[in-house]
């Protein structure tokens, strides 16, 4: 017996039992479709499989029944098949809870390609460098998400394929060297996991399946739910959706954007965007991302329809979001959009804005305040001048002084004696424990938008990222930024208004957002 599964897309309703039942991601899925937003076709496996699984009462033969007629609908949508040797049929496999829960949980992407089907999406799309590319990502992907495998491994293999290729990052490899490298990948799968990586594509697709429904359990997200007080037992969906190529060529890429800066609530396009990348390159902080200049630049169509879908989606929600996009070949598609996380600070500005734009009545902003003081909102910066080390982007702003910690432990360790300054070469899910313990997080890596950022900003803490003045050498317990070297527990300041990094412990000052301060004063009570 197949157990319940929703379709997005294609004229589908709602999902029955809201979010909590299929997780946000998929409902907003189904509502941006409803609204007629381009929305790849997908289909869902509601929470309720993920407790079940949790407590024996389903098992992998009832999900793997569940995943064949999902499917079968996929491949009506688009006309493809899946583990078709000629037209192959592509799949993401999602994570999503009733609560959003940025980069905790997994996905995995390019599922259902193998060697045969490599050949037929060449035949079906003339494009053999994104056959090759999303063959070695999927090898990659599979292997850290679902075996188990350390990315470093994999890593290491990306790194020797660019020094080879004499090139600066991946997207500058031709298929010829990102063939070489997936058939590096699959021999690296083979020794680590000690068996050939799968090439049946049913058989990628229910271990990809399982592996996100068992990532509600990862310490990472059990971590993320104590400290944001939420339920324990509520279990993730999992959304399969047909895939959209980023990786496509000069004219696509992957993009995660807000409707409004969400650290000041200005209201703009706030976007980064890797050109010919998928939305792991984004999100998951270890690549340079770009910003909105070079994609409206480049893609000026685009970028117009974002700015015209950012406020689609703020009135479909009644809130400012946060989404992620895929650009393939010139064609926007939308792959998820939830409640933007921002800063204190941001919270009120996009609050009291949507009142005077009309989006919102004074009651319908106040409950985007629910838990906010507005008369403890500052914001802080530098009494004085200091001289500048180096420059970053800001993906959290304020300012933050504290002592270096190059980990996770040492960030709790050196918590207990006063403010800590977390320094990583990217941003990070992993370090979730490590960024609550500090006060302020840098990196050497990662864009804005990286979940990890989302996380920092979610928390409160002063955050800078892509700083290339700055490296680590774990080894020695040390980092060099701006040409000076710190050890470990040296003092380190962040200046997340202006970018700036300076030597040690500065003077902070606050300010009031007196403007939106006096506009809620003015509300009437009900």
Same mark, same amino acid.
């Given at each position: 017996?197949?157990?319940?599964?929703?379709?997005?897309?294609?004229?589908?309703?709602?999902?029955?039992?809201?979010?909590?039942?299929?997780?946000?991601?998929?409902?907003?899925?189904?509502?941006?479709?409803?609204?007629?937003?381009?929305?790849?076709?997908?289909?869902?496996?509601?929470?309720?499989? $993920?407790?079940?699984?949790?407590?024996?009462?389903?098992?992998?033969?009832?999900?793997?029944?569940?995943?064949?007629?999902?499917?079968?609908?996929?491949?009506?949508?688009?006309?493809?098949?899946?583990?078709?040797?000629?037209?192959?049929?592509?799949?993401?496999?999602?994570?999503?809870?009733?609560?959003?829960?940025?980069?905790?949980?997994?996905?995995?992407?390019?599922?259902?390609?193998?060697?045969?089907?490599?050949?037929?999406?060449?035949?079906?799309?003339?494009?053999?460098?994104? &056959?090759?590319?999303?063959?070695?990502? @999927?090898?990659?992907?599979?292997?850290?998400?679902?075996?188990?495998?350390?990315?470093?491994?994999?890593?290491?293999?990306?790194?020797?394929?660019?020094?080879?290729?004499?090139?600066?990052?991946?997207?500058?490899?031709?298929?010829?060297?990102?063939?070489?490298?997936?058939?590096?990948?699959?021999?690296?799968?083979?020794?680590?996991?000690?068996?050939?990586?799968?090439?049946?594509?049913?058989?990628?697709?229910?271990?990809?399946?399982?592996?996100?429904?068992?990532? !509600?359990?990862?310490?990472?997200?059990?971590?993320?739910?104590?400290?944001?007080?939420?339920?324990?037992?509520?279990?993730?969906?999992?959304?399969?959706?047909?895939?959209?190529?980023?990786?496509?060529?000069?004219?696509?890429?992957?993009?995660?954007?807000?409707?409004?800066?969400?650290?000041?609530?200005?209201?703009?396009?706030?976007?980064?965007?890797?050109?010919?990348?998928?939305?792991?390159?984004?999100?998951?902080?270890?690549?340079?991302?770009?910003?909105?200049?070079?994609?409206?630049?480049?893609?000026?169509?685009?970028?117009?329809?974002?700015?015209?879908? $950012?406020?689609?989606?703020?009135?479909?929600?009644?809130?400012?979001?946060?989404?992620?996009?895929?650009?393939?070949?010139?064609?926007? !598609?939308?792959?998820?959009?939830?409640?933007?996380?921002?800063?204190?600070?941001?919270?009120?500005?996009?609050?009291?804005?949507?009142?005077?734009?009309?989006? @919102?009545?004074?009651?319908?902003?106040?409950?985007?305040?629910?838990?906010?003081?507005?008369?403890?909102?500052?914001?802080?910066?530098?009494?004085?001048?200091?001289?500048?080390?180096?420059?970053?982007?800001?993906?959290?702003?304020?300012?933050?002084?504290?002592?270096?910690?190059?980990?996770?432990?040492?960030?709790?360790?050196?918590?207990?004696?006063?403010?800590?300054?977390?320094?990583?070469? &990217?941003?990070?899910?992993?370090?979730?424990?490590?960024?609550?313990?500090?006060?302020?997080?840098?990196?050497?890596?990662?864009?804005?938008?990286?979940?990890?950022?989302?996380?920092?900003?979610?928390?409160?803490?002063?955050?800078?990222?892509?700083?290339?003045?700055?490296?680590?050498?774990?080894?020695?317990?040390? $980092?060099?930024?701006?040409?000076?070297?710190?050890?470990?527990?040296?003092?380190?300041?962040?200046?997340?208004?202006?970018?700036?990094?300076?030597?040690?412990?500065?003077?902070?000052?606050?300010?009031?957002?007196?403007?939106?301060?006096?506009?809620?004063?003015?509300?009437?009570?009900?």
């Amino acid at each position: 017996m197949v157990g319940p599964m929703h379709i997005i897309g294609g004229g589908s309703e709602l999902p029955p039992g809201g979010p909590e039942a299929v997780g946000r991601k998929a409902y907003n899925l189904a509502r941006m479709a409803e609204a007629g937003l381009p929305v790849p076709p997908a289909f869902v496996l509601p929470t309720s499989w $993920c407790r079940m699984l949790r407590d024996g009462k389903t098992d992998e033969a009832a999900v793997a029944e569940a995943l064949d007629a999902g499917m079968a609908h996929l491949e009506e949508a688009t006309g493809l098949g899946f583990g078709s040797a000629r037209q192959p049929l592509l799949v993401s496999v999602r994570s999503g809870g009733a609560v959003s829960m940025p980069g905790m949980l997994d996905t995995v992407l390019d599922v259902g390609l193998n060697a045969a089907g490599v050949d037929g999406m060449v035949r079906l799309t003339g494009n053999p460098r994104l &056959a090759w590319d999303s063959y070695r990502r @999927l090898v990659q992907g599979y292997g850290e998400v679902v075996q188990g495998l350390p990315a470093m491994a994999f890593d290491e293999l990306v790194t020797a394929a660019l020094v080879d290729a004499e090139a600066e990052n991946e997207r500058d490899l031709d298929h010829r060297a990102l063939r070489g490298l997936a058939h590096a990948m699959l021999e690296r799968f083979r020794v680590l996991a000690g068996k050939p990586f799968p090439t049946d594509p049913r058989a990628q697709l229910l271990a990809a399946a399982l592996a996100v429904f068992h990532s !509600w359990d990862a310490p990472k997200a059990v971590a993320y739910r104590r400290l944001n007080g939420l339920d324990n037992d509520a279990g993730t969906a999992v959304t399969v959706q047909a895939m959209v190529f980023g990786n496509a060529g000069g004219a696509s890429g992957a993009g995660v954007g807000f409707t409004r800066d969400p650290a000041t609530g200005v209201r703009e396009l706030y976007v980064d965007f890797a050109f010919n990348g998928q939305g792991e390159d984004v999100v998951a902080g270890r690549r340079a991302t770009d910003g909105g200049a070079r994609l409206q630049r480049v893609l000026p169509g685009v970028h117009a329809q974002l700015e015209a879908m $950012c406020r689609t989606l703020e009135h479909l929600s009644g809130d400012a979001q946060d989404f992620e996009f895929t650009v393939q070949t010139g064609m926007l !598609w939308l792959l998820q959009t939830r409640r933007a996380k921002r800063t204190n600070w941001a919270a009120l500005r996009i609050a009291v804005d949507m009142v005077e734009e009309g989006m @919102l009545k004074p009651g319908q902003a106040r409950a985007l305040l629910e838990g906010i003081d507005p008369a403890a909102v500052v914001r802080t910066r530098f009494a004085d001048p200091s001289p500048v080390l180096a420059c970053a982007q800001v993906a959290s702003v304020g300012v933050a002084s504290g002592r270096i910690a190059l980990d996770n432990a040492a960030a709790e360790r050196l918590a207990a004696a006063g403010p800590v300054i977390l320094v990583r070469q &990217a941003t990070v899910t992993e370090d979730i424990i490590g960024m609550a313990s500090a006060t302020g997080i840098l990196t050497a890596t990662g864009g804005r938008t990286s979940h990890a950022a989302v996380v920092a900003r979610q928390l409160g803490r002063v955050c800078l990222v892509a700083c290339p003045d700055l490296s680590i050498d774990f080894a020695a317990r040390t $980092c060099r930024i701006g040409g000076q070297e710190f050890a470990e527990g040296d003092a380190l300041s962040l200046d997340g208004n202006e970018g700036t990094v300076h030597a040690g412990l500065l003077t902070a000052v606050a300010e009031r957002p007196e403007r939106e301060l006096a506009a809620i004063a003015a509300w009437p009570d009900a």
